[in-house]
């Protein structure tokens, strides 16, 4: 997965020139696909367009930033998942 990373530390999944917590210049980096869920939220009643339930859930990427994505699988709390991008929007499936 293709995002930024500042030297303050800053790091975001997002293809960033400036970094928006210290005003330095970011730089190019790939991060893994595989990340740790810390926590996630079942929509029972999702957006238009999805199935039910879907698990909203925050994950952390190994080494890098952590971003919100979607399942419709069960998840829990710490488990490892892969995160695969659809263009702006990004689901994870448990390993």
């Known amino acids: ?6 030297e303050c530390g800053y790091k975001t999944i997002a293809l960033a020139k400036i970094c928006p917590r210290c005003g330095n210049e970011m730089v ?48 829990t709390v710490d488990q490892i998942v892969r995160v695969l991008a659809n263009g702006s929007k990004y689901s994870c499936e448990p390993v």
Do not use: H
Request: hydrophobic share 35%; proline share 7%.
């Open 28 to 75: 190019e980096k790939f991060f893994s696909d595989f990340g740790k869920v810390l926590t996630y939220v079942k929509l029972r009643i999702p957006p238009e367009n999805y199935s039910t339930p879907l698990d909203l859930a925050m994950v952390e990427i190994d080494n890098g930033p952590q971003i919100t994505c979607w399942t419709d699988r069960e998840l």
């Open 1 to 6: 997965m293709k995002g930024s990373i500042c």
